[in-house]
T-cell receptor
Framework: QQPVQSPQAVILREGEDAVINCSSS?????VHWYRQKHGEAPVFLMI?????EQKGHEKISASFNEKKQQSSLYLTASQLSYSGTYFC??????????????FGKGTHLIIQP | DTAVSQTPKYLVTQMGNDKSIKCEQN?????MYWYKQDSKKFLKIMFS???????INETVPNRFSPKSPDKAHLNLHINSLELGDSAVYFC???????????FGQGTRLTVV
């Protein structure tokens, strides 16, 4: 089941904040966040495993609400380098095997000077 | 050293041809994957291999077949290529569920 990401696109000025949401209709084992720039491979940002877990990476952080089956990515004081497409990838509970990530459709983030 | 490497980076071929994309990882991971990213940038899992056993096979055409000669390699073979197969194919690997996946640089396949 593909997670739903919102918004589809965001345009910000440098220094502004953004929130990207990812929600699933099924119980999640983990949520992975990636950023992809045009013509490049997805770059790993962070992974969230536990309900309520929040992790940070420089000015980018994320939360995972296991009960609501959703995760949010927070970008604060955005920089030009933050531009790109952000994907959430989800894993559901399995028998221990790794089935791969099911990705949302992505959120296009454009940072203007 | 590149953690996950794919070859070739670009592949242009005619309809009906058979082609292969190679993937190697030097991370000692147990699980490798193939993803397809279409023109709308939608990333979709195609295959997952764990210790040379296929553990998931999404609804991809049987013209696509993953082949793993050993734990460090997972190659993708595509028979009778069609225009709709044009996409970027990413190989990835991980230690298992709940652990970050490392992506290769991608192979842009163009079928003409």
């Amino acid at each position: 089941q593909q997670p739903v990401q919102s918004p589809q696109a965001v345009i910000l000025r440098e220094g502004e904040d953004a929130v990207i949401n990812c929600s699933s209709s099924k119980a999640l084992y983990s949520v992975h966040w990636y950023r992809q720039k045009h013509g490049e491979a997805p770059v790993f940002l962070m992974i969230l495993l536990k309900g309520g877990e929040q992790k940070g990476h420089e000015k980018i952080s994320a939360s995972f609400n296991e009960k609501k089956q959703q995760s949010s990515l927070y970008l604060t004081a955005s920089q030009l380098s933050y531009s790109g497409t952000y994907f959430c990838g989800t894993e559901m509970y399995s028998g221990g095997g790794a089935d791969g990530l099911t990705f949302g459709k992505g959120t296009h983030l454009i940072i203007q000077p | 050293d590149t953690a996950v490497s794919q070859t070739p980076k670009y592949l242009v071929t005619q309809m009906g041809n058979d082609k292969s994309i190679k993937c190697e990882q030097n991370l000692g991971h147990d699980t490798m994957y193939w993803y397809k990213q279409d023109s709308k940038k939608f990333l979709k899992i195609m295959f997952s291999y764990n210790n040379k056993e296929l553990i998931i096979n999404e609804t991809v055409p049987n013209r696509f077949s993953p082949k793993s000669p050993d734990k460090a390699h997972l190659n993708l073979h595509i028979n009778s290529l069609e225009l709709g197969d044009s996409a970027v194919y990413f190989c990835a690997s991980s230690r298992g569920q709940g652990i970050r996946a490392f992506f290769g640089q991608g192979t842009r396949l163009t079928v003409v």
